[in-house]
């Protein structure tokens, strides 16, 4: 006998849903739905390409002393424009801001705080490869009315929700609101995200990592080991033949880990040591390892829980690891075992 196929689901559905269980508040459910809008704005301007004039450098830099694309700045300004009148934040923090944005007197200021990276991955916007948003909900606390970079500083488990958008072949959107990590896939011609994945699970064991290799020699240590111990393949200590694979845009290396596991990885390299990583934490490393956790997989330092880690800066960068639960324990295990046999310093 044939069942009639599932209704589909849109975004706005599933939220409503999840608003009706008391899995989300209508403030943020609406924010997420406005970043949600943001993203198909900013989709559309990647995919006009050379077509929209979006394509090259600013000729600015941020904060970070990086180079600014067109499209940084551009879907830095959709992000802002969407998200400052919607009356649910009181403030923005951006990578390509110095310091978070209270939200401007004229419009109502409303309970959360929004961090995001609005495009990552700009190194392959010019070359026409998969770049993405990633975005942190947080609460504002109790009594800010103004609020400040200091008020950004929570650890990653106080994120109320966490998403990126990848802007690929199809635009996707996958998102956790602490129930699960689910995908939506934009129908381009309705202009709706659809529920396309329910609770994603990340399988525990894999064979792929994903690691910029050129940085290899600029590795700690533990790092140097465990990677040229995956390398050794079959014949080495982990009895298996691994496969590497590297966008070099996070979203679409988490994504691809999302969607059949992997190990993803940007260890400290003695180029970034001083700043402490590569890749940011409040609007990098956090969304990503809540998500990341939420569908059943797990992120770490190398030496701490991801979303433990005390925020001190707004820009503050994070060694990162994430991905199947039991290659992210592997790879914490060689740096707790060689930060264990190093001389302890002597107390006079
Ligand atoms: P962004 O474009 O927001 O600055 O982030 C780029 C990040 C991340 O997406 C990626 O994993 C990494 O930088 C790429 O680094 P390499 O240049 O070392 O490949
Ligand atoms: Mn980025
Ligand atoms: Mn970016």
Not at 113 to 129: A, M, R, Y
Not at 190 to 212: C, H, K, Q, W, Y
Not at 296 to 322: D, I, K, M, Y
Request: contains cysteine; aromatic residues 6%.
């Amino acid at each position: 006998m044939s069942h009639p196929a599932a209704p589909p689901v849109s975004l706005t559905r599933h939220l409503l849903e999840a608003q009706r269980a008391g899995q989300v508040s209508a403030d943020l459910r609406l924010l997420i739905e406005v970043v949600a809008r943001a993203c198909k704005q900013i989709s559309i301007a990647v995919g006009k390409g050379a077509l929209g004039g979006v394509l090259g450098d600013a000729g600015t830099g941020n904060v970070q002393g990086e180079a600014q694309k067109k499209l940084d700045v551009l879907s830095n300004e959709i992000l802002l424009e969407a998200n400052a009148w919607g009356g649910h934040l009181a403030g923005l923090a951006s990578e390509e801001m110095d310091h978070s944005q209270p939200i401007p007197d004229v419009y109502p200021r409303g309970n959360y705080l929004l961090l995001f990276d609005p495009l990552d991955g700009s190194s392959n916007i010019d070359v026409n490869v998969s770049v993405g948003t990633i975005f942190s909900v947080l609460r504002c606390p109790d009594g800010v009315t103004e609020p400040r970079d200091e008020h950004f500083l929570q650890p990653g488990t106080a994120q109320v929700a966490a998403g990126y958008c990848v802007y690929g072949p199809s635009t996707m959107l996958v998102l956790t609101i602490g129930h699960g990590t689910h995908a939506f896939t934009l129908d381009r011609e309705v202009g709706s995200f659809m529920l396309t994945r329910r609770d994603i699970r990340i399988p525990e064991e894999t064979r792929e990592f994903a690691v910029n290799m050129s940085n290899q020699r600029f590795w700690e240590p533990p790092m140097q080991r465990y990677v040229a111990d995956l390398l050794a393949g079959a014949e080495g200590p982990r009895g298996k033949d691994f496969n590497m694979r590297w966008v070099a845009s996070m979203v679409a290396d988490v994504h691809r880990i999302l969607t059949r596991g992997g190990i993803f990885s940007y260890p400290l390299d003695a180029k970034c040591a001083a700043k402490g990583g590569r890749l940011r934490l409040m609007y990098e490393a956090n969304p990503m390892a809540l998500l990341v956790e939420q569908a059943g997989g797990a992120a770490s330092t190398g030496r701490q829980r991801l979303l433990e880690v005390p925020p001190t800066q707004l820009h503050q960068r994070v060694p990162v690891f994430l991905g199947s639960r039991r290659e992210v324990e592997a790879a914490v295990r060689y740096h707790l075992e060689h930060d264990a046999a190093q001389p302890q310093p002597q107390v006079a």
